[in-house]
C-alpha cells in the first residue's frame, strides 16, 4: 500500500517526470493546483472507468487530495485500473502552500472569449464519438479522451488549442495533460453546454461549417 509523502519526497518525484493527478473538484482545481498536476476528480466508480481509459496499466503517478478518505478509495481504484501509485501528499494543498511552493490557476475561456477567437486556434473535442454525433463546435478535431496520450503527437507545439468536452470537466484533464507534454491549451468554461446555452452554433460531424457566430432568434440549435 502507498504511504503519504512529505512535501519534500512529493515534489522531488513529481520534478522527475511522475505525474500528479489531482482528484479534487474541478472548483478547487481551477482557483489553484499545483503546476503541472492533471485534473482528473473523484466520482467513485465513474472514476474507475475514466483511469482505465486514461493510464495504461504500470504507469507510475501521484495523487493529490484534501480528504483523507477519497484519497484512500481513489488509491484503491487507481490499483484496480493497474496504475502504481507511489504516494500521496501527507496534508494535501495546505501541506503545499504552507512550504511556500508556487501553485497555478486554470487557463479557462468562457464561450464568449472562444467565439471572438475562434480563428486564432484549434478545438479538441474529447467527448465520445456518441457524444459529438449531436453536433460539435465548428472546426473541431475529435479526439476521445482516452485517444489524447497516443495522439498528443499529432499537435504542433506553436498552435493555442481549446479542449472541449460536455461541461468542462474531462476537458480540465485534457488541457493539463497537453500542458505537460508541451502543448498551449485552454479549457473552454462549461464545455459544450454552456456554449450552446450562450447561443452558439454546433454543428454534425462531416457537414459544413459555420462561422460560430451567434444564432439567429428562433434558429435550432
Same mark, same amino acid.
Given at each position: 500500500m502507498p504511504e503519504p509523502l512529505s512535501v519534500e519526497a512529493f515534489s522531488r518525484l513529481a520534478a522527475d517526470g511522475v505525474p500528479i493527478l489531482d482528484i479534487r473538484p474541478l472548483a478547487a482545481y481551477r482557483h489553484s493546483h499545483v503546476p503541472g498536476a492533471l485534473s482528473l476528480p473523484y466520482s467513485g466508480s465513474g472514476f474507475l472507468a475514466q483511469a482505465k481509459d486514461l493510464l495504461s496499466p504500470g504507469s507510475r503517478c501521484l495523487v493529490l487530495d484534501d480528504i483523507p478518505l477519497l484519497t484512500s478509495a481513489a488509491v484503491a481504484a487507481l490499483a484496480e485500473a493497474g496504475a502504481v501509485v507511489l504516494g500521496w501528499l501527507e496534508g494535501g494543498t495546505r501541506a503545499w502552500a504552507d512550504a511556500g511552493l508556487t501553485t497555478a490557476a486554470l487557463a479557462e475561456w468562457t464561450p464568449a472569449r472562444l467565439a471572438a477567437e475562434l480563428a486564432q486556434v484549434e478545438l479538441i473535442d474529447v467527448r465520445e464519438g456518441w457524444e459529438v =454525433?449531436?453536433? %460539435?463546435?465548428? #472546426?473541431?478535431?475529435?479526439?476521445?479522451? @482516452?485517444?489524447?496520450?497516443?495522439?498528443?503527437?499529432?499537435?504542433?507545439?506553436?498552435?493555442?488549442?481549446?479542449?472541449?468536452?460536455?461541461?468542462?470537466?474531462?476537458?480540465?484533464?485534457?488541457?493539463?495533460?497537453?500542458?505537460?507534454?508541451?502543448?498551449? =491549451?485552454?479549457? %473552454?468554461?462549461? #464545455?459544450?453546454?454552456?456554449?450552446?446555452? @450562450?447561443?452558439?452554433?454546433?454543428?454534425?460531424?462531416?457537414?459544413?461549417?459555420p462561422d460560430g457566430t451567434r444564432e439567429e432568434e428562433g434558429a435550432e440549435r
Open positions: =454525433a449531436s453536433g %460539435l463546435i465548428p #472546426g473541431s478535431r475529435h479526439i476521445p479522451l @482516452a485517444d489524447l496520450s497516443d495522439r498528443v503527437r499529432e499537435l504542433s507545439a506553436d498552435a493555442t488549442y481549446v479542449m472541449v468536452c460536455r461541461t468542462g470537466a474531462r476537458s480540465s484533464y485534457a488541457q493539463s495533460y497537453l500542458g505537460r507534454h508541451g502543448r498551449r =491549451a485552454i479549457n %473552454l468554461e462549461g #464545455g459544450i453546454v454552456a456554449w450552446q446555452e @450562450a447561443g452558439y452554433q454546433v454543428v454534425t460531424p462531416g457537414s459544413e461549417q
